[in-house]
């Protein structure tokens, strides 16, 4: 968030801090990887024994969050990723899934991580593509992870539409001091630039950002 946009990240770290509230967002990729990713959280607190389960567990959960034949492929797809999980991995069932992590400059939910595999996984649903905000945020989730005394090795997305798993490229240590270094700096400064662009229009704190330093009051919006 913060190497897209600095104000984002700034007013992301507002709304924890419980001074602003973001607006909901109207994006149909946004609100079905929502969706997805609470149904795979729910999946994975029921107990897979074989790999007959995962099927029968899948369709009772999808079954609970989706309407008949809503995101058909999305759950066929996750359903073949995992049975071919099941089948390649040492322990099938992960270390944690979708918790929050303090590290020393960031935090983050990460979805999925297994310490016996040494691999944190992220699932997408929107188009097969290794994004530059992708490999920025797996990375800060490998550190995150290491300084709570995890020992990650590899990182992965999947992405449901296509069934298909990619490697994230593991950056150098000089390349996350950089971005570190960065967000400590607009921390003790203060100075969040914008960086205004076609993602504005998709962006929780869009008013807020507009608005800001007026002292307007919007609903339940403040931004003083």
């Not at 001074?19 to 729910?42: N, R």
């Not at 999980?85 to 270390?95: G, L, M, S, V």
């Not at 700096?185 to 076609?198: A, L």
Request: a neutral charge.
């Amino acid at each position: 968030m913060f190497t897209l946009c600095k104000k984002k990240f700034y007013f992301h770290v507002k709304e924890k801090e419980g001074k602003v509230v973001a607006l909901p967002i109207i994006s149909d990729s946004m609100d079905k990887g929502t969706e997805f990713h609470a149904f795979i959280e729910e999946y994975f607190k029921n107990k897979v024994e074989k790999i007959t389960d995962i099927r029968r567990v899948v369709s009772d959960v999808a079954a609970r969050f989706f309407a008949p034949n809503q995101n058909r492929k999305l759950i066929e797809n996750f359903i073949a990723y995992e049975e071919e999980r099941f089948r390649k991995w040492k322990k099938y069932e992960p270390t944690f899934i979708e918790k929050e992590l303090e590290g020393r400059v960031f935090h983050g939910v990460i979805d999925f991580y297994s310490e016996t595999e040494g691999v944190i996984l992220d699932w997408k649903t929107g188009v097969e593509e290794m994004k530059k905000s992708y490999v920025v945020q797996m990375n800060i989730y490998k550190k995150i992870l290491e300084e709570n005394g995890y020992h990650p090795k590899t990182m992965r997305l999947v992405f449901l539409e296509t069934k298909r798993e990619m490697q994230v490229p593991l950056m150098p240590d000089a390349w996350l001091k950089k971005v570190t270094d960065e967000i400590e700096e607009s921390m003790k400064t203060g100075f969040y630039p914008k960086n205004v662009g076609e993602h504005c229009s998709r962006c929780a704190y869009v008013l807020d950002c507009q608005l800001e330093g007026s002292g307007i009051w919007l609903g339940v919006l403040s931004v003083v």
